[in-house]
């Protein structure tokens, strides 16, 4: 790449056109500004012009004005053309904005870029279009297939806004069987947007009505896929109990909304307690989510959610869904609704009415520790990507044939068994480099290898670092070992970085690690935001590289795959500078330290892919695994014997994943079961426990019935909330039954006398009795037990039994938690479609046709029954027509083709490039 700034040329089009800064606008507005002072880059922003065929440059000055509410292009200043003929391989394109509905279509215009050389970058917001249908106008989904076909087909590095959108292009890539390679970064978004200025009076006056009261308050355009109807159906319950709480709602009236926009407008409390602002500013979103008790955010998928962010961001205790990326947003901050129901999002907030005291220190710690991504810090990540993409790979002839394997080991006979293991099924072992104790060095150096080995002392590479490391942890203890690989002499550009019992049980070269282009491969098992546990080392060591990865704006994966990783020694360098000055002496993982680092610097450079190691973890009863390989290539070898053939290799995975498929199967089925959870409000939203101390430990995610597989246990993920007066409690979590053994799990942390903590957590029941056992929550606060007054429900299951008899042992299983629900059950019937979500006969109706297509009868049961019949017609005619990947390829020749004669045919209309799509309404104004 050469040494001037690269040429990034934007499309503002639809921005110029459109009166209002809200949602992907406001975005593009917020990057924009910012990205035009970046001195890499010169940004060229163009709005495309249909009459003479080209585009408009548009001064930059532009951006800093308000839109102007007439729309077009008259309130800004052209200061040049640009013909589409001039882009060449010196330009990068960069969509950030709502390109899909543009009147120069992306298939057209990204194929002519492409013939022409230009990089193109795209931003990708969510799949809702693809994922929710039903939801979306049908003319938007026809313009949302041709612009994701042409992402697909062209686009040579795109910007997901989370992680949850990245996974999503990634899983319907490999669906429709695309094998192109599309490199991607996750930028986030920024929390911190503040308006130039205050409400006007008229403003103030116009909610005076309930500003100075508790409200709770829901920002986001009312539209299906928002849950404001649970939103409203939970404060009608705490209503009754609180007569001086209200509810706001902020946001216009979406497309196909009349049944939640009648709702609203039709309860007897609208225009006293209950309230809905369809034209807030701002300045007032701003001031009402400041004056907030709690912000509501429910939604059955969001890209990214950004009214989390910003109602955290001001303090503000926010109940948020725990689905698709709003964990992301939230992280321990937020309270969750696992399961979007009314019941549960009243049971989050109760705590906080009934508790002052607990309110009081929730907001203190929320507004002390929670952090939102800036504006600045997301711009930072989009200009990295955006300055070196142009530069491509470096290609696969740059990159050697084999490579040093590096290991770190203080056990001598696992260290030779992993080498000779590697010896007979790698070819592309140049040396291995070993770095142990003083006392190893003569042993290592005498083991019989088919490559040199060389040892590496390693109180030599430590130096005056020596007695810290004789001190630090496990997991520090790694950190400061690897990171000092980068000064070994002789390794080269790049080198393999493995742990001393990574073993491989099949045959493996240089395509393991490196791709035709010479991308690298980078293994991921995790995200570390999820990562549920805090009791050991490596537990901490994931938190802690997870809250470094956050401050920093990097993305949050967990790299710790336990097999060989290819490391390019400059970047790791820099990686470590970076982490070691922000640890402050913590244990960090230093597989995700490189990869997150790495990839934000240089995403075109690397492919993220799933990991492929056997064994990771090395027990079932360890962790769930959060992703599961879809093959296998290395071993997570406890024992010193290693695998000595293919055959030997494909016997031990087998045997080890019949080992681990019981419990996948419990959290397959807990997952499936997810809607019948919903629909019959049997997630109790918060279980509160307060020990004589003052302590009062706050448990979010318990349920009232799950399942379990026969023989094996089911891990459930909660929100722990805690208020403790002790400077170091022991609190711990788990239960009781007389027919399943008891278990208890311990929530470490290091709280600070009187400070509330909170953070995500794993409860892992083992399975009892075949059949349904009852079971009571506990808490155990340094050792005394407190218990909850209600009890829940396990439904064991083995693989004798069919899906049809779980279901009905489940719902029998009801009968006995009706009692009580009846008041919630009765505003449920209000919703549009009640009768597809009761209990009895038609939840069996309806579930057990999807169960039975699954691919194994209890990994079923699926999590959108209430929407499976709407969608899935209209889905196979998409998906069929518009996005197989033949269909992709016809789609687009066809577009050319077209868009070709009439260009011939009208050079002079000034319509050849629309390709017949028209403006629909616009869904959804938040991204």
């Not at 500004?33 to 408009?56: C, P, T």
């Not at 010479?518 to 997870?546: I, K, V």
């Not at 967990?558 to 002496?585: C, M, T």
């Not at 990771?616 to 959060?626: G, L, V, Y």
Request: with cysteine.
């Amino acid at each position: 790449m050469s040494s001037r700034r690269a040429v990034i040329n934007v499309d503002v089009t639809d921005i110029i056109a459109v009166p209002y800064t809200t949602g992907i606008q406001r975005v593009t507005r917020e990057l924009l500004i910012r990205l035009v002072r970046d001195e890499r880059l010169q940004i060229r922003l163009l709005a495309f012009d249909l009459v003479n065929h080209d585009y408009a440059v548009i001064d930059p000055s532009w951006l800093s004005t308000e839109p102007d509410r007439s729309g077009g292009r008259d309130a800004v200043g052209i200061v040049g053309r640009l013909p589409l003929s001039s882009l060449g391989a010196d330009d990068v394109f960069f969509d950030v904005d709502s390109v899909w509905s543009a009147y120069l279509g992306r298939p057209y215009l990204y194929k002519r870029l492409k013939r022409q050389g230009v990089t193109i970058v795209t931003t990708i917001y969510d799949f809702v279009p693809m994922k929710y249908p039903h939801h979306t106008h049908q003319q938007t989904i026809r313009n949302w297939m041709a612009f994701i076909s042409a992402v697909f087909t062209y686009s040579d590095l795109v910007l997901p806004i989370s992680r949850s959108a990245e996974k999503d292009f990634t899983e319907i890539r490999e669906t429709l069987g695309i094998q192109r390679q599309i490199p991607s970064l996750v930028t986030r978004l920024g929390g911190d947007f503040k308006p130039k200025d205050s409400p006007t009076a008229q403003e103030l006056d116009d909610i005076s009505s309930f500003i100075n009261k508790d409200y709770l308050l829901f920002v986001g355009t009312v539209e299906p896929r928002k849950r404001q109807l649970v939103a409203l159906q939970a404060f009608q319950e705490l209503a009754r109990e609180n007569p001086h709480l209200h509810m706001v709602f902020v946001g216009r009236k979406g497309w196909h909304s009349d049944d939640t926009a009648d709702a609203i407008t039709d309860h007897p409390l609208y225009g006293s307690r209950v309230h809905w602002l369809t034209q807030a500013s701002d300045r007032l979103t701003d001031y009402l989510q400041r004056g907030a008790f709690a912000g509501v955010y429910l939604s059955d998928y969001e890209g990214y959610g950004l009214p989390v962010a910003e109602s955290l961001a001001r303090g503000v205790i926010t109940v948020t869904s725990a689905n698709s990326s709003m964990f992301e947003v939230g992280g321990p901050f937020a309270e969750y609704s696992m399961y979007n129901s009314a019941r549960e999002v009243a049971g989050l907030l109760r705590p906080y009415l009934n508790d002052h005291a607990l309110t009081a220190a929730r907001r203190n710690q929320i507004a002390r520790e929670f952090r939102a991504t800036t504006w600045d810090t997301v711009t930072e990540r989009v200009a990295d990507s955006l300055a070196t993409v142009s530069g491509g790979t470096a290609g696969a002839a740059s990159i050697p044939s084999d490579f040093p394997y590096v290991l770190i080991s203080n056990n001598l006979a696992k260290l030779e068994s992993t080498i000779r293991a590697h010896n007979l099924f790698a070819s592309c072992v140049s040396e291995y480099v070993v770095v142990c104790p003083t006392t190893m060095v003569e042993a290592v150096e005498a083991i019989t290898s088919s490559h040199p080995v060389r040892a590496i002392d390693e109180e030599v590479l430590l130096g005056d670092d020596l007695p810290e490391f004789s001190n630090a942890d496990h997991q520090r203890k790694n950190w400061m070992l690897r990171s000092r690989i980068p000064a070994i002499a002789g390794l080269g550009k790049v080198f393999i970085m493995l742990d001393d019992d990574s073993r491989p049980i099949r045959p493996y070269d240089r395509s393991t690690f490196v791709n035709d282009d010479g991308s690298h491969n980078a293994f991921y098992c995790r995200e570390l935001p999820r990562w549920p546990h805090r009791e050991s080392s490596y537990d901490m060591g994931q938190a802690n590289t997870n809250d470094i990865c956050l401050e920093l704006g990097l993305e949050q994966l967990s790299y710790s795959a336990h097999q060989p990783q290819i490391i390019d020694r400059d970047l790791f360098a820099d990686a470590v500078r970076l982490f070691e000055a922000h640890a402050n002496g913590r244990s960090v993982d230093e597989w995700s330290a490189y990869f997150n680092f790495a990839i934000a610097k240089a995403p075109h450079r690397f492919r993220k892919r799933i990991f492929e190691t056997l064994a990771w973890p090395a027990e079932p009863t360890d962790w769930s695994r959060e992703y599961i390989p879809s093959r296998y290539t290395f071993h997570n070898a406890v024992d010193v014997e290693f695998v000595q053939s293919e055959e030997e290799g494909h016997d031990l995975a087998a045997s080890t994943m019949a080992r681990f498929e019981p419990y996948d199967r419990s959290q397959s089925a807990l997952d499936s079961l997810s809607a019948v959870i919903s629909e019959n409000m049997l997630a109790p939203g918060a279980s509160v426990f307060r020990g004589p101390d003052g302590t009062t430990v706050v448990v979010q995610g318990l349920v009232d019935v799950f399942p379990v597989s026969s023989g094996a246990l089911v891990r459930l993920p909660v929100q722990v909330v805690a208020l403790t007066s002790d400077d170091s409690p022991t609190i711990e979590i788990g239960y009781r039954s007389d027919s399943v053994a008891s278990h208890f799990t311990t929530v470490r942390w290091n709280p600070v006398s009187g400070s509330v903590w909170s953070g995500l957590a794993s409860v892992p029941v083992f399975a009892g009795e075949p059949g349904v056992n009852t079971l009571t929550w506990v808490v155990r606060l340094n050792g005394v037990e407190y218990a909850e007054r209600t009890r829940a429900r396990q439904v064991v299951f083995s693989d004798d039994d069919d899906l049809q008899t779980l279901v009905l042992a489940v719902l029998g299983s009801l009968s006995t938690k009706r009692e009580g629900l009846d008041r919630i059950v009765r505003a449920e019937r209000k919703r549009p479609g009640w009768r597809l979500r009761r209990a009895g006969k038609n939840v069996v109706k309806f579930l057990v046709p999807a169960l039975v297509e699954e691919r194994s009868r209890f990994h079923a049961v699926s999590t959108q029954v209430a929407s499976i019949d709407r969608r899935l017609g209209l889905i196979e005619a998409m998906l069929a027509d518009l996005v197989s990947r033949e269909g992709l390829a016809k789609q687009a020749s066809e577009i050319a083709s077209e868009t070709a004669a009439v260009r011939i045919a009208n050079a002079a209309l000034g319509d050849d490039l629309r390709m017949d799509q028209q403006v629909a309404p616009r869904d959804a104004e938040k991204p």
